[in-house]
Antibody
Framework: EVQLLESGGGLVQPGGSLRLSCAASGFTFSSYAMSWVRQAPGKGLEWVSAISGSGGSTYYADSVKGRFTISRDNSKNTLYLQMNSLRAEDTAVYYC????????????WGQGTLVTVSS | EIVLTQSPATLSLSPGERATLSCRASQSVSSYLAWYQQKPGQAPRLLIYDASNRATGIPARFSGSGSGTDFTLTISSLEPEDFAVYYCQQRSNWPMITFGQGTRLEIK
């Protein structure tokens, strides 16, 4: 059974940093691209970042480019999102998601972790 | 950026009725469109991929259609557990994935 468990969310001041983690199990982690998708309170879904199975390719939404860094440790089956220079508009629930190898759609999702950027 | 516009914003129906949700893209996404369902406090769940293919375990009452810029998600006969928010998502210009703003399906 595929399981994705996010952690690392919390309250941070504007301009601060936070690192999210997503522990994966139930599948061959290194074979799948992974993404972070966020959802601001009461709002819709926004794709944030993606990384290939090997970690060699990374992609970012314009809204986070230069501030966020996605990475993965395939030996630990863990996905990360390093978030720097946080802004109030980054406040959201952050989901990690496993992407289908053929269609790239988001097959499985974690339960999410809440990041609140506020002074 | 490809913009996806969903309509209506809110749809009020009764159990047993047929639901038709629309998603329109600002430019052609071919058939690279997916639909997700999200219930309060839960993560989204994949329903349909590549416009018309049901994901694993999704009941047959859910169906998707369309290509190019106009897409439809149909729920043939609403069950109580179907009342939720539905999002469409395109992957035509991967990795620049975009979602629609959502349609809330509520009980009338």
């Amino acid at each position: 059974e595929v399981q994705l468990l996010e952690s690392g969310g919390g309250l941070v001041q504007p301009g601060g940093s936070l690192r999210l983690s997503c522990a994966a199990s139930g599948f061959t982690f290194s074979s799948y691209a992974m993404s972070w998708v966020r959802q601001a309170p009461g709002k819709g879904l926004e794709w944030v970042s993606a990384i290939s199975g090997s970690g060699g390719s990374t992609y970012y939404a314009d809204s986070v480019k230069g501030r966020f860094t996605i990475s993965r440790d395939n030996s630990k089956n863990t996905l990360y999102l390093q978030m720097n220079s946080l802004r109030a508009e980054d406040t959201a629930v952050y989901y990690c998601s496993m992407q289908n190898r053929v269609t790239t759609v988001f097959d499985y999702w974690g339960q999410g972790t809440l990041v609140t950027v506020s002074s | 950026e490809i913009v996806l516009t969903q309509s209506p914003a809110t749809l009020s129906l009764s159990p047993g009725e047929r639901a038709t949700l629309s998603c329109r893209a600002s430019q052609s996404v071919s058939s690279y469109l997916a639909w997700y369902q999200q219930k309060p406090g839960q993560a989204p769940r994949l329903l349909i991929y590549d416009a018309s293919n049901r994901a694993t375990g999704i009941p047959a009452r859910f169906s998707g259609s369309g290509s190019g810029t106009d897409f439809t998600l149909t729920i043939s006969s609403l069950e109580p557990e179907d009342f939720a928010v539905y999002y469409c998502q395109q992957r035509s210009n991967w990795p620049m994935i975009t979602f629609g703003q959502g349609t809330r399906l509520e009980i009338k």
